[in-house]
Every structure is written in C-alpha cells, then in structure tokens.
C-alpha cells in the first residue's frame, strides 16, 4: 500500500529512524538542528511541510535534549508565499524550492548562520556544521557555502546530497 503524511504507522516509523541518527549526529555531545523547510510551492507541498515539521520533526526535538528545530519560515515568506528579498529577489526561484545561489548566500548571512551559532556554541566562532539532507539541504551546502562562511560557519564536509543519505544510510 502506499503511505505518506497522516499514516500513523509511516510517521511513526520516520520519527524513530530520524530520532536515531539525531543520536548518532550527538553522540559526543553535538547539536542536531533540525530544519523545517518552508513555505513551498504549492499548497500540496506546504502541508506536507507542515506535518512534517509538526509530527515529526519538533516531536524529535522535543524528546531529544541534543535537537532543536528551526524554523526559517518567518524569515522567507510572507503570507504562506515565499517572499522576494532586496538585492536578492526569489530565492527559491526555479522550483520554490531549491536555493539559488544569492538565495543560499542571503540565508546563510542573514538568518541560518546566526541561528546555528546560537544553537551550536553562543558565542562561539566559527561554528563547525555538517549539512544533511535532500537535494533542497544540498543547494544548501553547495549554493551557500561563500554565506555560510561570512557567517561563521565551517561547513566541515559535504554530506548533503540529491535523495537524502541520512535516511537511508545514517552519518557517515
């Protein structure tokens, strides 16, 4: 059978196989952010986005002292839409989805780098991350590394990659 958001049994089992490699990531005492992506496409997309930040995702943070989820939606859309940004327009213009690069820069510079330093060490600098995920978490990493550095942050391997690894394999 086909399952997907609201099947009780396939949430349940992303959220142990997610909670799993938030403990493998922390084991020596790191934080694991999770990321909600934001404001997608298309109505279809955002409620999938929306279970999958509120089922799953804070369900791990919540049970998990080493996760934290963020957020960056009040920093990238407006009205369920994503917004256009001075100097940098869409940035997600393609697909409403993948960072192009000035939108990967901006995030990095403007909200993602800032966060992370505050979850990861305050105070801290540069703070060294990790980039898991899918091909949205890898226009991440890939577009947005000249950001993340201005930020603070040392992208110490490249692990983001199209169809997400972390799942199905765990941190390498």
């Given at each position: 059978?086909?399952v997907g958001?609201?099947?009780r049994?396939?949430?349940f089992?992303?959220r142990?196989?997610?909670?799993?490699r938030?403990?493998?990531?922390?084991?020596?005492?790191?934080?694991?952010a999770?990321w909600?992506?934001p404001?997608?496409p298309?109505?279809?997309?955002?409620?999938r986005q929306?279970?999958y930040?509120?089922?799953?995702?804070?369900s791990v943070a919540?049970?998990d002292?080493?996760a934290v989820l963020?957020?960056?939606?009040s920093?990238?859309?407006?009205d369920?839409e994503?917004?256009e940004?001075?100097?940098v327009?869409?940035?997600?213009p393609d697909d409403?989805q993948?960072w192009?690069?000035?939108?990967a820069d901006w995030?990095?510079?403007?909200?993602?780098?800032?966060?992370l330093r505050?979850?990861g060490?305050?105070?801290?600098?540069?703070?060294s991350a990790?980039?898991?995920?899918?091909?949205i978490?890898?226009t991440?990493?890939y577009e947005g590394?000249?950001?993340a550095?201005?930020?603070?942050?040392?992208?110490?391997h490249r692990?983001?990659?199209?169809?997400c690894?972390?799942t199905?394999?765990?941190?390498?």
């Amino acid at each position: 059978r086909t399952v997907g958001p609201d099947d009780r049994a396939w949430t349940f089992s992303i959220r142990q196989l997610l909670a799993e490699r938030v403990a493998a990531l922390s084991a020596d005492g790191a934080m694991v952010a999770l990321w909600a992506d934001p404001c997608g496409p298309d109505a279809d997309a955002r409620e999938r986005q929306r279970w999958y930040r509120d089922r799953v995702l804070a369900s791990v943070a919540d049970a998990d002292a080493h996760a934290v989820l963020i957020d960056p939606t009040s920093e990238v859309c407006q009205d369920g839409e994503a917004r256009e940004v001075d100097d940098v327009g869409a940035p997600r213009p393609d697909d409403g989805q993948h960072w192009s690069e000035e939108g990967a820069d901006w995030l990095w510079r403007s909200w993602l780098g800032p966060t992370l330093r505050e979850v990861g060490a305050p105070g801290a600098q540069p703070v060294s991350a990790a980039v898991f995920g899918d091909s949205i978490a890898f226009t991440l990493d890939y577009e947005g590394r000249a950001g993340a550095d201005a930020a603070g942050i040392d992208l110490a391997h490249r692990s983001a990659a199209i169809g997400c690894g972390l799942t199905r394999q765990g941190p390498s």
